[in-house]
């Protein structure tokens, strides 16, 4: 497979794929549902239905990751630019999210979407990636690919690893690539070139910690870079080309559409997996992704067939 190198080691593209990355589609209602929550704690809500977005954050300061934190943000663009600056916002930053407790159904089993023997050079082949974690509803996202038989890559943040280290063991035990998101969501850019490396090399020994393995890819938080950080950085960056803001709308079916629509062979998929209805959205993504002939693989997988350079940034895996 080709790959379509967007943001070159020195940040200049390279490709006139950019436009798709420029895309931002702001999806209106859609036909795509999420089921049906069973609010059975009560902590939060006692509805049975959806819990409505927005009313969720219950910190004391909103973090960066909460929709009040990002509005005092200087504004940028979500999706990766051709510059190194300004940068994508792949996300907030962690911390400040507090969602529902109630727990999630479990997962419908799903004959026949099940993944076998993939090979990108000849399926349609794509990655889901999720930022940020771990979060209250890894557990149930991986249940859920489980059910699916689809590979995902999630960027850990290393302050979270031991939250849960099983959790991150698991990931990787069930296929799935665990990679480097930093230690604590810190712009990269903002860092000295030892801070980076220190941040990242702290992250790489708690993910091994964990799975055995460190990260072979890296996401810059915010999507941040400049040329500091593609010098300090060792292993190749994971950026994404289809953003489904879904740390914004909070809102599954809007997280769906974008998903489905902004789609093509080769994309890299941005989530947060510490949002439930990102993790409401999953099965309805792979519903109709799998309709449409995709296959879920890991960022690795992706770019199988591809060198990717360490220190230089990609953001798909585009066929030609
Ligand atoms: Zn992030």
Redesign the pocket.
Known sequence: MNVTRLISKFGFATSSSLTIAAALLLAGPGAATAEPLQGTDGTQSTESTQIPEGTQNNEGAPGPDSPQGTQDAPSQPDAPAPQDTPAPQ??PAPGGESEPQSPLPAPDPAPGTVQQDTDCTVDKCIALTF??GLGDYTDHLLDTLDAYGAEATFYLLGSKVADNPETVKRMADEGHEVGN?SWD?EDLTELSPEEIGADLARTDKAIAAATGSEPETVRP?YGALNESVHESVTQPMMLWDVDTLDWKSRDSGKVTDVAVEETSEGSVLLFHDIHRSTVEAIPQVLEQLSQQGYTFVTVDELFDTQTMEPGAAYSDARLQ
Do not use: G, R
């Open positions: 792949d996300t930022d940020d998101h969501h938080p």
